[in-house]
């Protein structure tokens, strides 16, 4: 039986859960399917959309968060709406989506850290990566947090992205910073900042690191921070020299010849200390009388080929302590469970294949139920690569249309959904209402030589809209 979902009669109506880019590329798929009638309805716990792009994107990075004017584009195409504040599992369930879409695409992405799980993790002074970044991008769950900056040694622990946006932040100067889009907050704290010296660590050596070429080419060029790294750690061991060789990767090839330039490199004078170290590993970190972070303890790594030709880090039972009062750890990122959703704890994802939820006990399709970004696949990537991924997702989704493997809500009127959202959460935020919000930081910033000022806790925001 051939179903008419999807005509302008009855127009295919989703629910995308998250607001960051995965959700609006998924609804650009979606969207631009000339041959489907869609209503797409995002919703996002925040009141404000984008996610990461907001949230997570370094504020001296601004070039990177352009990719917001493709998102209100599609937030500007018929059939498009957007909830903000409006909590999956607390303000609307599964049950209820059920009974007013045809599908569902949870895009929540990977919201918690994991931890390094070493003895001293717990102790005052030892934060997640994320939260630091949460901190000074103006997110509302992290704007109280504390992070003691009166300490003058800092320990970085991973070498992705993450981490070098830490690095760098913590190096910046507060002139430098003003210039941004940082919460307000944070550049105050900043400016107030007696950190010295700034400890990057990797537990591989300098052909594995994650970070990428034009993120570490920048720590070489910030103005108030001299950077070092150990001649004998930069060199490539060699196992990764004959793997370099073998598969001509220019990039990897660039990337040791930054690194063994910043190894020759002279201090200069400069009143911070950014050090790169590599084929170490935090085995523990240790704490001082008032149960603080004094000190971590690390030992040095090796490298070994695994039977797949991986070169994995292994202990040589050789270690050093160095003093650091902060430590933040950027070792990796997996996925929050939605409620009633099937999770895969191990890989910290939704139990899916392509895209489609599975059921954890036929490992069979879920109807109507899907899933793209990292919340589908791990932290993996950049803010574009989420975009051939939505598309596999919408690819099945269209697919299970076809067929008429949909869901059949009760209720699929769009005005069935609006109705149900402002009972359960009636102050919730319209893209509308996010476009006012928008205009308003942007003025505040042009008045202030920033590219915005932004209002980071929700009752600001709703006081905003007059709320």
């Known amino acids: 039986m051939t179903t008419t979902t999807g005509t302008p009669a009855r127009p295919l109506r989703v629910a995308i859960i998250g607001a960051g880019p995965t959700g609006f590329y998924v609804a650009d798929h979606l969207l631009r399917n000339p041959g489907v009638a869609v209503e797409v309805d995002m919703l996002d716990r925040l009141p404000t959309p984008y996610g990461l792009v907001r949230l997570g994107v370094a504020p001296d990075h601004q070039k990177i968060k352009f990719v917001t004017n493709a998102f209100d584009k599609v937030a500007a195409s018929p059939g498009f709406r957007f909830f903000g504040g409006v909590d999956f599992g607390k303000h609307v369930t599964l049950a209820d989506l059920r009974a007013h879409y045809h599908q569902i695409v949870y ?108 993120e570490i080419r920048e720590l070489g ?18 196992l990764s020299r004959a793997a370099v060789e073998r598969s001509q990767d220019r990039a ?78 950027s070792v990796g990122y997996r996925g929050v469970p939605l409620s009633g959703v099937p999770f895969n704890e191990s890989w910290g994802v939704i139990l899916n294949d392509k895209g489609r939820v599975l059921d ?42 076809a067929r008429g493997a949909v869901l059949e809500p009760a209720h699929p009127e769009a005005a069935a959904a609006e109705t149900l959202v402002r009972q359960r959460q009636p102050s919730f935020v319209s893209y509308n209402d996010w476009l006012k919000l928008d205009a308003l930081e942007v003025a505040h910033g042009r008045a202030e030589g920033r590219p915005r000022v932004k209002l980071t806790s929700v009752e600001e925001i709703l006081a905003a809209l007059g709320r």
């Open 107 to 214: 895009c929540t992405g990977a919201q918690t850290d994991r931890r390094m799980g070493i003895p001293g993790e717990d102790l005052a002074g030892s934060h997640p990566a994320t939260e630091f970044v949460a901190w000074y991008n103006g997110h509302p769950d992290y704007r109280d947090c504390m992070f003691d900056l009166s300490q003058e040694s800092v320990a970085v622990v991973g070498v992705g992205n993450v981490a070098v946006d830490v690095v760098r932040i913590l190096c910046r100067t507060p002139e430098e910073l003003a210039t941004t889009d940082i919460a307000d907050y944070a550049l105050d704290a900043l400016r107030k900042s007696r950190v010295k010296e700034v400890y990057l660590l990797g537990r591989r050596g300098p052909a594995q690191a994650a970070f990428t070429n034009p």
């Open 221 to 238: 060029e910030l103005p108030d921070a001299d950077i070092a790294a150990d001649p004998a750690e930069v060199e490539l061991d060699p």
């Open 252 to 329: 990897t090839a660039k990337k040791v010849e930054i690194l063994r330039a910043y190894a020759r490199r002279p201090a200069s004078g400069k009143s911070k200390r950014l050090v790169l170290r590599f084929l170490v590993s935090p085995v523990e970190l240790i704490g001082d009388d008032a149960g603080r972070v004094a000190a971590m303890r690390l030992v040095r790594n090796e490298l070994y080929a695994t039977s797949t030709g991986a070169l994995q880090p292994r202990a040589t039972g050789r270690f050093e302590e160095i003093p650091v009062g902060l430590v933040f750890r």
């Open 360 to 401: 954890p006990g036929t490992k069979e399709p879920l109807v109507g139920e899907y899933t793209a970004g990292w919340i589908k696949r791990g932290p993996t990537g950049v803010i574009g690569t989420n975009k051939p991924d939505a598309a596999e997702t919408v690819e099945c989704m269209f697919e299970d249309l």
